[in-house]
């Protein structure tokens, strides 16, 4: 013990002098030689084996007193900014005094600390500023700190340079892994790796992040109050940039996102007094431009005001769909949904993350209605007939594109697309249709939307109506030039399952039309050998020339009409019972205001036994007399058939897809089979009961085999 005591006292006049230079203001001046004198004096005592453990804990002796005597007294009688700046001197003078004595004592890392598990001798430096110091005078502190933050706050001059070295000695009294090291001009810590932040981060940053959002909270609704919109999202936008420049001046820069989204939710998101519905309604161009210039770097905040966005549009939406006025005209109600959307278009132009949101809006308010999908398919029939008569190309592409974006946001695109098939059957078979072009621009950007797949049927219909006029111009080159008897012929050919399904009720033709038939079936299956060909004489015209009359006429009638009227080549009279066995038609509607037949029995209606005869005293302004029945007008009601038929198609697409997704799983959770399904099912929104239900069945058919809460494919 004599021998530690003697060794010690040596180098403690050294350290003596180094403690005392801590207390002046200039920097510590030490001489290297007795700096190295002292080291090897602690390397002499380290290799005698059981004098370490005496000399780790004289090191530490030697900083906790110097640092309670002097420091701590020091610094307890100090408030406010005096006290920030000299514990930052306090501390780079620690810094100091732990360098000079680590150098001393640098042998007890490299043989002692390691091997007894103790604090390396900087860590434990630091360890007693931190328990001698900050813990005891934490509170004053961060007093004295958060002082300075109110007056930036409020607009006052703070210390900036101060507040940043007492934020970074928060984080250096917790950093574990680091080296002190000294320059000519300073010593200083070097920290390594990854940052414990927790003091930072506990004593600081979440009192400082109150801070600001009791700050801002109360100015938002004082700044809303006595501001129009515009000023107030200046004020909003000034209030981030300041923040922003605080982030980067003095805090840490883990606090930068957490402070500019507090800024934020508290001024713009969570501010009742901002009312984004005003702002959308009255195209505030301005307001709309600034809150989308401060949002868009922030995703984080793009939520709230894309979802209040959404549920303005499903508001405003909601007043359409729930019109009684306009469930009974699809061409109105579609027009008011077109009208709403260019609307909504002006609106979003400039701010295309808000477009999704504008696709839910509409997708949640035009769900509510089931007919929508319908009507909209309504009034593409009515533009392809009417509504783009006289308008430019560029004029109806607009148009168009209108159609097509309501068309996207319907969840239901399988009713769409069974009605809009349909009334594209009928204009391409009557040529009812306007503009060959807007009908294949149609088909284009449905092909993009809505995928090649589902719109495949259609390009078939046109491709049918191609192939019909090439067939018929083939038909033509033969010796009878297409007028097989003298009658001329025009022939659509249609494949099955391309065109909307046809009812074929029992028909004969007339010999006439027979025989003219019977010749372009022999020529169409020369040229096409193994097909087939049937009748389909709802949509047929046929003009017949009438002669029994005083003056010849043309007469235009359906197929039907003129069967009717070529079984009167063979007879001048014929009974209601007759015409029907020979036509083998269900019913015949007799329209006596025609006054081409004449009925003998009195009164509007016909009985089976009525004896109808030509009129040959039939006269007519006209020589060309359209006969064609008048088509009802078309009401838009509730089809209970076409739902129940919908409801059928969309249970075997889900038995389909739950098939296909349970053999290409083989095992899979309740859970992820109804999400995948439900993924996959592009062209309607599957409920969750239907789906249930087509589950079950294929476990009764044994596709699936139920184990628990999964389903295991059965091949």
Same mark, same amino acid.
């Given at each position: 013990?004599?021998?530690?005591?003697?060794?010690?006292?040596?180098?403690?006049?050294?350290?003596?002098?180094?403690?005392?230079?801590?207390?002046?203001?200039?920097?510590?001046?030490?001489?290297?030689?007795?700096?190295?004198n002292a080291s090897n004096t602690v390397l002499y005592l380290n290799d005698m084996g059981d004098k370490s453990k005496i000399l780790y804990f004289y090191y530490k002796t030697t900083i906790t007193e110097y640092t309670k005597k002097i420091v701590k007294t020091e610094l307890l009688q100090l408030r406010g900014l005096e006290l920030l700046k000299k514990v930052i001197l306090r501390w780079q003078k620690h810094i100091m005094l732990i360098y000079y004595l680590h150098r001393i004592f640098i042998e007890l890392d490299r043989s002692f600390v390691d091997k007894s598990n103790l604090p390396?001798?900087?860590?434990?430096?630091?360890?007693?500023?931190?328990?001698?110091?900050?813990?005891?005078?934490?509170?004053?502190?961060?007093?004295?700190?958060?002082?300075?933050?109110?007056?930036?706050?409020?607009?006052?001059?703070?210390?900036?340079?101060?507040?940043?070295?007492?934020?970074?000695?928060?984080?250096?009294?917790?950093?574990?892994?680091?080296?002190?090291?000294?320059?000519?001009?300073?010593?200083?810590?070097?920290?390594?790796?990854?940052?414990?932040?927790?003091?930072?981060?506990?004593?600081?940053?979440?009192?400082?992040?109150?801070?600001?959002?009791?700050?801002?909270?109360?100015?938002?609704?004082?700044?809303?109050?006595?501001?129009?919109?515009?000023?107030?999202?200046?004020?909003?936008?000034?209030?981030?940039?300041?923040?922003?420049?605080?982030?980067?001046?003095?805090?840490?820069?883990? @606090?930068?996102?957490? +402070?500019?989204?507090?800024?934020?939710? %508290?001024? #713009? /998101? *969570? $501010?009742?007094?901002?009312?984004?519905?005003?702002?959308?309604?009255?195209?505030?161009?301005?307001?709309?431009?600034?809150?989308?210039?401060?949002?868009?770097?922030?995703?984080?905040?793009?939520?709230?005001?894309?979802?209040?966005?959404?549920?303005?549009?499903?508001?405003?939406?909601?007043?359409?769909?729930?019109?009684?006025?306009?469930?009974?005209?699809?061409?109105?109600? @579609?027009?008011?949904? +077109?009208?709403?959307?260019?609307?909504? %278009?002006? #609106? /979003? *132009? $400039?701010?295309?993350?808000?477009?999704?949101?504008?696709?839910?809006?509409?997708?949640?308010?035009?769900?509510?209605?089931?007919?929508?999908?319908?009507?909209?398919?309504?009034?593409?029939?009515?533009?392809?007939?009417?509504?783009?008569?006289?308008?430019?190309?560029?004029?109806?592409?607009?148009?168009?594109?209108?159609?097509?974006?309501?068309?996207?946001?319907?969840?239901?695109?399988?009713?769409?697309?069974?009605?809009?098939?349909?009334?594209?059957?009928?204009?391409?078979?009557?040529?009812?249709?306007?503009?060959?072009?807007?009908?294949?621009?149609?088909?284009?950007?449905?092909?993009?939307?809505?995928?090649?797949?589902?719109?495949?049927?259609?390009?078939?219909?046109?491709?049918?109506?191609?192939?019909?006029?090439?067939?018929?111009?083939?038909?033509?080159?033969?010796?009878?030039?297409?007028?097989?008897?003298?009658?001329?012929?025009?022939?659509?050919?249609?494949?099955?399952?391309?065109?909307?399904?046809?009812?074929?009720?029992?028909?004969?033709?007339?010999?006439?039309?027979?025989?003219?038939?019977?010749?372009?079936?022999?020529?169409?299956?020369?040229?096409?050998?193994?097909?087939?060909?049937?009748?389909?004489?709802?949509?047929?015209?046929?003009?017949?020339?009438?002669?029994?009359?005083?003056?010849?006429?043309?007469?235009?009638?359906?197929?039907?009409?003129?069967?009717?009227?070529?079984?009167?080549?063979?007879?001048?009279?014929?009974?209601?019972?007759?015409?029907?066995?020979?036509?083998?038609?269900?019913?015949?509607?007799?329209?006596?205001?025609?006054?081409?037949?004449?009925?003998?029995?009195?009164?509007?209606?016909?009985?089976?036994?009525?004896?109808?005869?030509?009129?040959?005293?039939?006269?007519?302004?006209?020589?060309?007399?359209?006969?064609?029945?008048?088509?009802?007008?078309?009401?838009?009601?509730?089809?209970?058939?076409?739902?129940?038929?919908?409801?059928?198609?969309?249970?075997?697409?889900?038995?389909?897809?739950?098939?296909?997704?349970?053999?290409?799983?083989?095992?899979?959770?309740?859970?992820?089979?109804?999400?995948?399904?439900?993924?996959?099912?592009?062209?309607?929104?599957?409920?969750?009961?239907?789906?249930?239900?087509?589950?079950?069945?294929?476990?009764i058919r044994e596709f699936l085999v139920r184990d628990e809460n999964e389903y295991i494919y059965n091949p």
């Amino acid at each position: 013990m004599e021998i530690i005591e003697h060794e010690i006292n040596k180098i403690k006049p050294f350290i003596d002098s180094i403690l005392a230079n801590l207390d002046t203001e200039t920097d510590i001046k030490v001489s290297e030689s007795e700096l190295v004198n002292a080291s090897n004096t602690v390397l002499y005592l380290n290799d005698m084996g059981d004098k370490s453990k005496i000399l780790y804990f004289y090191y530490k002796t030697t900083i906790t007193e110097y640092t309670k005597k002097i420091v701590k007294t020091e610094l307890l009688q100090l408030r406010g900014l005096e006290l920030l700046k000299k514990v930052i001197l306090r501390w780079q003078k620690h810094i100091m005094l732990i360098y000079y004595l680590h150098r001393i004592f640098i042998e007890l890392d490299r043989s002692f600390v390691d091997k007894s598990n103790l604090p390396k001798l900087c860590l434990a430096g630091i360890s007693i500023f931190r328990s001698e110091v900050y813990d005891e005078m934490k509170v004053n502190i961060k007093d004295a700190l958060f002082e300075q933050i109110n007056i930036d706050l409020y607009g006052g001059h703070m210390d900036v340079n101060t507040i940043t070295k007492v934020l970074i000695f928060l984080i250096q009294l917790k950093c574990k892994n680091f080296t002190i090291e000294r320059n000519k001009f300073k010593t200083f810590i070097l920290m390594h790796e990854k940052h414990d932040l927790d003091l930072y981060c506990n004593e600081f940053e979440s009192t400082f992040l109150d801070k600001i959002k009791d700050f801002y909270s109360s100015k938002s609704t004082e700044w809303i109050l006595s501001m129009t919109y515009l000023e107030y999202f200046n004020v909003v936008n000034k209030a981030l940039e300041k923040e922003k420049y605080r982030s980067q001046v003095y805090l840490y820069p883990c @606090t930068k996102d957490p +402070l500019i989204k507090i800024v934020i939710n %508290e001024l #713009i /998101i *969570k $501010n009742d007094k901002i009312k984004i519905e005003d702002i959308l309604k009255h195209n505030k161009h301005d307001e709309l431009n600034l809150i989308f210039s401060i949002l868009k770097t922030h995703e984080f905040s793009l939520d709230s005001i894309t979802n209040k966005f959404s549920n303005y549009v499903e508001n405003c939406g909601d007043l359409i769909v729930n019109d009684q006025m306009l469930h009974d005209d699809a061409i109105e109600f @579609t027009r008011r949904l +077109l009208s709403f959307n260019t609307e909504i %278009e002006i #609106i /979003i *132009k $400039n701010y295309p993350l808000f477009r999704r949101s504008k696709e839910i809006g509409f997708q949640k308010f035009m769900s509510k209605y089931p007919y929508s999908a319908q009507y909209i398919a309504s009034y593409c029939d009515y533009e392809m007939k009417k509504g783009l008569k006289g308008v430019t190309e560029q004029e109806s592409e607009l148009r168009l594109n209108s159609l097509i974006n309501l068309i996207v946001c319907c969840y239901d695109k399988d009713v769409f697309f069974r009605y809009y098939t349909t009334f594209l059957a009928k204009r391409l078979l009557n040529e009812t249709s306007l503009n060959d072009e807007a009908e294949q621009y149609m088909i284009s950007k449905l092909k993009v939307e809505c995928g090649h797949g589902i719109v495949s049927k259609i390009s078939n219909m046109y491709q049918d109506k191609v192939l019909s006029g090439q067939i018929m111009k083939e038909f033509k080159t033969l010796l009878h030039k297409g007028q097989p008897n003298g009658i001329l012929l025009n022939i659509q050919v249609l494949r099955s399952g391309c065109w909307p399904k046809q009812i074929q009720e029992p028909f004969n033709l007339p010999n006439e039309l027979k025989n003219c038939f019977y010749k372009f079936q022999m020529f169409y299956q020369d040229k096409y050998e193994g097909r087939t060909l049937n009748i389909l004489p709802f949509y047929g015209n046929c003009e017949i020339s009438i002669i029994f009359c005083n003056k010849p006429f043309t007469c235009i009638v359906n197929t039907y009409q003129a069967s009717i009227i070529l079984w009167f080549n063979s007879a001048d009279t014929l009974t209601l019972c007759q015409i029907r066995e020979y036509t083998r038609l269900n019913a015949f509607t007799f329209n006596p205001r025609q006054k081409l037949f004449i009925k003998q029995s009195l009164g509007k209606t016909i009985t089976e036994n009525d004896t109808i005869c030509l009129n040959f005293e039939f006269n007519c302004s006209s020589l060309k007399v359209n006969f064609l029945p008048k088509k009802a007008i078309k009401t838009e009601v509730p089809n209970k058939e076409d739902d129940k038929t919908v409801e059928n198609e969309r249970k075997y697409i889900l038995e389909s897809l739950i098939v296909k997704i349970a053999k290409w799983r083989k095992q899979i959770k309740h859970e992820e089979l109804v999400s995948e399904v439900i993924r996959h099912a592009t062209n309607f929104k599957p409920q969750l009961p239907m789906i249930k239900v087509q589950i079950e069945n294929l476990i009764i058919r044994e596709f699936l085999v139920r184990d628990e809460n999964e389903y295991i494919y059965n091949p």
